[in-house]
């Protein structure tokens, strides 16, 4: 089994739907992030959290926001989803002390129609 | 504002051949920079940086650190098809706590 678990792994969706992508782990990592991929832009940071009690902004968060259940368990929402959102999202993990390596789910591909 | 330029952003090569990838940084208090490797899912660590000079190696992947030209290369001699992926390179400031990349390049390793 995987070490970082995203949910679902493709979903196709209508303009103005909700959609949650679910993130959970196995490693014991207390930090977690939630990254999209869009072709020729690379990765860019929606939001991260250190703690279950710390939900910081990345760098594109506007119409994203987060919930961290658990050390465990980071989803991210899309509370009205419009088609620019159509992406590959990422959910990361990193140990707490900061080693810079991440360790990447297998991403959810997200389409908004 | 920190920002990563990765050049070239697409490269073609034969298997056998050696490469060189480059990524540019310009960030305030640099603390690491990190490579990565994505092939058709999640990415994958490969290096991490903090020393000017210091060549990093692994098999036929070697990377080295320029903080004061601000740049970083990753090497890749003999190449194989199963290089083929998309190599991401990463940067951590000490004040962002998060990693800003680069918009990667694509490498294909023909037969």
């Known amino acids: 089994d995987a070490d970082v678990t995203q949910t679902p792994r493709n979903r196709i969706t209508k303009t103005g739907k909700r959609i949650m992508l679910e993130c959970s782990q196995t490693k014991g990592h207390d930090r977690m992030y939630w990254y999209r991929q869009d072709p020729g832009l690379g990765l860019r940071l929606i939001y991260y959290?250190?703690?279950?009690?710390?939900?910081n902004k990345g760098e594109i968060s506007d119409g994203y926001s987060v919930s961290r259940q658990a050390q465990a368990k980071f989803s991210l929402s899309l509370e009205s989803a419009i088609p620019n959102q159509t992406a590959l999202y990422f959910c990361?993990?990193?140990?707490?002390?900061?080693?810079?390596?991440?360790?990447f789910g297998e991403g959810s591909r997200l389409t908004v129609l | 504002e920190d920002k990563v330029v990765q050049s070239p952003l697409s490269l073609v090569v034969h298997e056998g051949d050696t490469v060189t990838l480059n990524c540019s940084y310009e960030?305030?208090?640099?603390?690491?920079l990190l490579w990565y490797k994505q092939e058709k899912k999640a990415p994958t660590f490969l290096f991490m940086l903090?020393?000017?000079?210091i060549e990093k190696k692994s098999g036929r992947l070697s990377s080295i650190l320029d903080k004061k030209e601000l740049f970083s290369i990753l090497n890749i001699t003999a190449t194989q098809t199963g290089d083929s992926a998309i190599y991401l390179c990463a940067v951590e400031a000490n004040k962002s706590f998060y990693l800003i990349f680069g918009k990667g390049t694509k490498l294909s390793v023909k037969p």
């Open positions: 960030v305030t208090n640099f603390r690491s």
């Open positions: 903090t020393s000017s000079g």
């Open positions: 990361a993990t990193e140990p707490a002390w900061d080693t810079g390596e991440l360790f």
């Open positions: 959290s250190f703690d279950v009690k710390d939900i």
